[in-house]
């Protein structure tokens, strides 16, 4: 809004946005996992398998993404700062892969399923020269359930294998 004086600007006034709160940081974005823990594995985080993606995407209401070999939606029930809680139901494509794959889906799905909640935190790696955003899923009873890094184009995702975590940062 400009306000004008005898034909002369003499204030502009802007709306200033919103920021954004806590609870809205995982909104809009888009992670793709690089190590999860697997179904008789409580504590010990694996890589994910090699040319498998498994994604996660989050929207103001929506959970979605790729387990490993099928697509998945389902709904935010309730997001903090610190946890975010899905509908005891997901909606899933049907599609079967290797014994492998699968057994990393639905040990990925066990994780994103948790109808009690998911806590995560939001951390830096380092990936060669560069430092990312991290995403960590920690499970009731386990340190970290899976872990995450901004999703990018297919050909740089070979580019987050054995990167450099530090929680500190």
Known sequence: LILYT????????????????????LIGTKWIAT???????RNTLRPVLEDVSMTLSFSQDE???NAGCN???GDILSMTSTTFEVADYMTMSA?????RIMEQERAFMRI?????????????????????QVLELNGPGYSIAARFVPFVAEEEIDSYAGYEYDPSY
């Open 6 to 25: 005898d034909d002369t600007p003499t204030m502009i006034l802007r709306r200033i946005p919103r920021p954004i709160q806590p609870h809205e940081r």
């Open 35 to 41: 190590d999860i823990r697997g179904l008789h594995t």
């Open 63 to 65: 959970i979605s993404g």
């Open 71 to 73: 697509q998945f939606f």
């Open 95 to 99: 599609m079967h892969c290797g014994k």
């Open 112 to 132: 994103i399923e948790n109808s009690s909640g998911l806590e995560y935190t939001l951390s830096h790696a380092r990936v060669g020269d560069e430092w990312t």
